[in-house]
């Protein structure tokens, strides 16, 4: 990614003109992954979906009953594509809409689960320990025995080891990414499983 994916003028840009857009993979194809995390949650968890961009990620949560679902981008115009399509599909807005920065997560709520597809990667492209400083917010604001799940390009999206000390790490699935030609070599996106560490909540603040 071009380093410029981590700047909010980037988005505000982009997104003034795009009005739907999926990193990475469908958010249909997102939910396959995410499916046997995600059933034995009841419809009330409260679930965080962190750079929601012009993502439908929160369309597809809503038709699988979540409706405690929280979208927070930095870039307002996100939120108002959000709200859009959700509008459009259900004829009115049930989730949630915040303004905010995911890498200074500082919220009310915990939450029972929090969702990404490439947001840690755009933040990757920022300073060296932007990554550090999500992952110890989201650990923040997920309950003891809640989760993150992240869908990444990246085969070393966490190797960090302030993020190793605060959660257990796991690759759930290597999605592979479509190919033009059957010479192309094989390309993987990642998708993450993380879950908080008890002893290391200290290391987290
Ligand atoms: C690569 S896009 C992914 C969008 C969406 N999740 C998807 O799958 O299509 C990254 C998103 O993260 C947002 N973003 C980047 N840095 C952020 C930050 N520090 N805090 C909150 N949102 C951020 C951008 O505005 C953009 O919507």
């Not at 988005?11 to 003034?16: D, I, P, T, Y």
């Not at 949560?61 to 409706?67: I, N, Y």
């Not at 905010?100 to 597809?117: C, N, P, S």
């Not at 990667?121 to 999500?134: E, L, P, R, Y």
Request: glycine share 4%; aromatic share 10%; with cysteine.
């Amino acid at each position: 990614m071009p380093a410029n994916f981590e700047k909010q003028s980037y988005w505000r840009e982009r997104f003034a003109s795009e009005t739907s857009f999926e990193w990475l993979a469908s958010s249909a194809a997102f939910m396959d992954v995410l499916a046997p995390y995600l059933q034995h949650l009841a419809n009330s968890a409260r679930i965080l979906h962190l750079g929601s961009g012009t993502s439908d990620l929160h369309i597809h949560l809503r038709q699988h009953g979540f409706l405690d679902v929280t979208n927070i981008d930095y870039e307002p115009l996100a939120l108002e594509r959000g709200q859009h399509l959700e509008r459009n599909q259900f004829g009115d807005v049930r989730t949630k809409y915040f303004v905010g920065d995911a890498t200074r997560l500082e919220l009310e709520e915990r939450y029972h689960v929090a969702i990404d597809k490439s947001t840690a990667d755009a933040i990757a492209c920022g300073v060296d320990d932007a990554v550090v400083s999500m992952a110890k917010g989201v650990r923040r604001c997920l309950e003891d025995n809640g989760f993150w799940v992240c869908l990444s390009y990246s085969p070393s999206r966490f190797e960090n080891e302030h993020v190793k000390r605060i959660f257990e790490i796991e690759v759930i699935s290597k999605v592979p990414t479509s190919k033009t030609r059957p010479t192309d070599p094989d390309i993987f996106h990642y998708c993450y499983l993380l879950r908080p560490k008890r002893q290391t909540q200290q290391s987290s603040r």
